[in-house]
């Protein structure tokens, strides 16, 4: 056979496996037995020994796996994976569409989809051919496991027709289908192994596994629901769901109610009320039901919060609760100080995991439920992920059992607990000498969305504070190899990697290191907000409370919180070191170039789509020139930045507030 001739055989083999692959997997309608599919993919390949150059990353042969994969390697998203929001009741979804109401123009309506329990996922295709699968991770990042999901027979690696985008991105969750996860258990059973405690857990785990053969072996699923890419595609949701379908791609069905459009309130409830009770007859776990607006204008329009889309929500069903017995509580102290009292619980069986241990959030919900060591106590899986104890079960209380007596010192450090007005907490105050707070804030301060130092990890921190290395976040910079070398575990490559990330570190820009901090209610958002008003830490240290609060979204209780971080002394010498170390603290100049101030003290509404610049561009064109972007219009609204498709409601609430509406032409004659 020519190198020709093969190349041509191997293209027509593959084809044809695919397709009897999809019929098989997707459609659940086989053409063909299973003898001779065999017989096909061991004629592919042979040939592909033979012919390695014709060989496809894509291959069909590529499903039974076999490739090792050592190091999963970490890929920045290209659409950030956001979490959602969840609500438990009706009351709470129709709280969810009353808010979205006031921000999205026109009439509304919605697509319904099962919430699957499982792994999520994000696979990129380029121009029609699988090119990477990556896991959520923090959001921003994850992880490149396409090996392994190359062997998932129900995701294509060549899609189907010639309609879809060019470069694109689907997302959706693997799982583990339960059949499979059973047999899986009862050959474990029967090698004597430890069995698996739930599909989930075993799903991410084999996904993570090195051998892509075993991954093959283990018939995970996936379901894949959500179509994102710089081109429109189309008008909706449900639409591109659809279009997905006929690019070979397993959606769920709009036929057996896995999927459903929905015009109001009573249609979303009977959707997920039919799921709440028939979940269990399905093949898969799903724990609730993903509500989104369905329109794309309208998603852009309603946009995000810093850490979810504002225009979808998940409702969890009600979660499994069990009673058992309450053995005794701990404590257990936060980085920022803060104490959370745990139930030891006599172990039970919930939602196919074993609880020894439940929150009990703080001394009032103790208070609350009248707690006592003894109790027999109901445990429910609060959003079915974190135990929590929920109520006693007074009529089996032992009568002669003590009421109980919170603590009063922290159970660490001895220092006396203190509780602010306003929190529901109690909080050590020791936090530069109170070993799991300085120990969390070098946690905190090494992760990913901080200031991201490869080759530290949380056992390496423990390591490094036991040894009595470390005693400070500001100690890291002060890191020797001669130091590091000696200590157990530590390699010379694995000391050069960590010094070398603490190196790079010093590159993190000026509102991660604030974030990194870890000052009491300062997270991504307000670290970000804070940099880019006052640019420099020195202003910011400067700062008094009246002026932290005349910063957008800063409240009286986060500008006291950094008011008294700064005041303090040992901070004060902390900062001084890291300065020292050379950190960034302050925003450089150039960042700030072409910046304005002729838009100070107006406050925008961007509504509809428009000709010259994406809804994005607009909004950092505002901030650029010292403008404030707004959801909503109120009374406080200066401008309604309108395109094309302005709903009527906007254009309504604008008149009766004498809201000025301007054009995209309007807007850039302001910023000229």
Request: glycine content about 6%.
């Amino acid at each position: 056979m020519t190198a020709e001739e093969a190349k041509k055989k191997i293209d027509t083999l593959s084809r044809e496996l695919e397709e009897h692959n999809h019929s098989y997997y997707v459609l659940s309608e086989p053409t063909i037995s299973d003898y001779n599919f065999d017989q096909l993919l061991k004629e592919l390949e042979k040939l592909e020994e033979q012919f390695p150059q014709f060989a496809d990353e894509n291959s069909p042969t590529k499903r039974v796996g076999g490739d090792i994969t050592k190091k999963f390697n970490e890929v920045v998203h290209d659409f950030p994976m956001m979490s959602l929001s969840n609500t438990y009741s009706k009351d709470e979804i129709i709280d969810w569409e009353n808010r979205i109401r006031k921000i999205a123009d026109g009439e509304i309506d919605y697509v319904c989809e099962l919430k699957y329990d499982g792994v999520a996922i994000g696979i990129k295709y380029v121009n029609g051919a699988m090119s990477r699968a990556v896991t959520r991770g923090d959001g921003t990042k994850g992880e490149d496991i396409t090996n392994n999901v190359r062997t998932i027979r129900t995701i294509p690696m060549k899609l189907k027709g010639n309609h879809f985008p060019p470069d694109f991105e689907i997302r959706g969750e693997i799982f583990y289908p339960l059949a499979n996860f059973q047999k899986l258990n009862e050959q474990r059973e029967e090698a004597g192994e430890a069995l698996f405690a739930n599909p989930r857990n075993t799903a991410s785990g084999t996904l993570k596994m090195q051998d892509s053969s075993i991954v093959a072996s283990r018939g995970l699923d996936c379901y894949l629901y959500g179509v994102y890419s710089k081109e429109t595609l189309a008008d909706s949701h449900f639409q591109s769901v659809q279009s997905a379908g006929e690019w070979g791609f397993k959606i769920p069905s709009a036929d057996h109610k896995m999927i459903a459009k929905c015009e109001n309130i009573d249609q979303i409830m009977e959707f997920i009320n039919h799921w709440d009770e028939q979940r269990h007859s399905l093949d898969f776990e799903i724990d609730g039901i993903v509500i989104k607006v369905n329109n794309y204008r309208q998603q852009e329009e309603l946009g995000f919060t810093a850490k979810s889309p504002r225009w979808a929500i998940a409702y969890k069903f009600k979660a499994a609760e069990v009673t058992t017995v309450l053995d005794s509580v701990s404590y257990q102290v936060g980085r920022t100080g803060a104490i959370t009292p745990v139930a030891n619980l006599k172990p039970v069986l919930l939602a196919g995991t074993t609880v020894k241990r439940a929150s009990l959030h703080n001394a009032d919900q103790i208070e609350k439920l009248d707690l006592r060591v003894g109790d027999h106590v109901y445990v429910e899986k609060g959003g079915e992920i974190i135990p929590k104890v929920t109520a006693v079960d007074l009529a089996k209380r032992d009568v002669s059992a003590p009421e109980f007596k919170y603590i009063t010192q922290c159970p660490e450090c001895n220092t006396q607990l203190v509780r602010n007005e306003g929190d529901a907490k109690h909080y050590c105050p020791n936090d530069l000498g109170c070993p799991p707070q300085i120990k969390g804030k070098m946690e905190h301060f090494i992760s990913r969305k901080a200031m991201d130092i490869e080759g530290l990890g949380s056992e390496t921190i423990d390591q490094l504070h036991e040894e009595g290395i470390i005693h400070s976040i500001a100690d890291l910079y002060d890191l020797k190899a001669d130091q590091l070398l000696p200590l157990e575990r530590m390699a010379e490559k694995s000391v050069e990697n960590m010094l070398e990330g603490i190196e790079a570190s010093k590159q993190v820009p000026f509102e991660r290191v604030l974030f990194a901090l870890g000052i009491r209610y300062v997270g991504e958002t307000v670290a970000k907000k804070l940099a880019r008003y006052f640019k420099t830490l020195d202003k910011l240290m400067s700062a008094d409370a009246e002026t932290l609060v005349a910063v957008d979204e800063i409240g009286e209780r986060i500008a006291q919180s950094v008011v008294d971080y700064f005041a303090n002394e040992e901070h004060q010498a902390l900062i001084n070191r890291l300065k020292n170390a050379g950190l960034q603290f302050e925003i450089p100049e150039e960042q700030f170039a072409g910046n304005t101030e002729k838009l100070k003290g107006f406050s925008f509404v961007i509504s509809g789509v428009f000709e010259r610049h994406s809804r994005d561009e607009l909004k950092e064109l505002i901030e650029k020139n010292g403008g404030k972007n707004s959801g909503s219009v109120s009374s406080k609204t200066s401008y309604i930045l309108a395109g094309e498709g302005m709903g009527p409601s906007k254009r309504e609430k604008a008149e009766k507030l004498g809201v000025q509406i301007i054009s995209e032409a309007d807007f850039e004659g302001m910023i000229m």
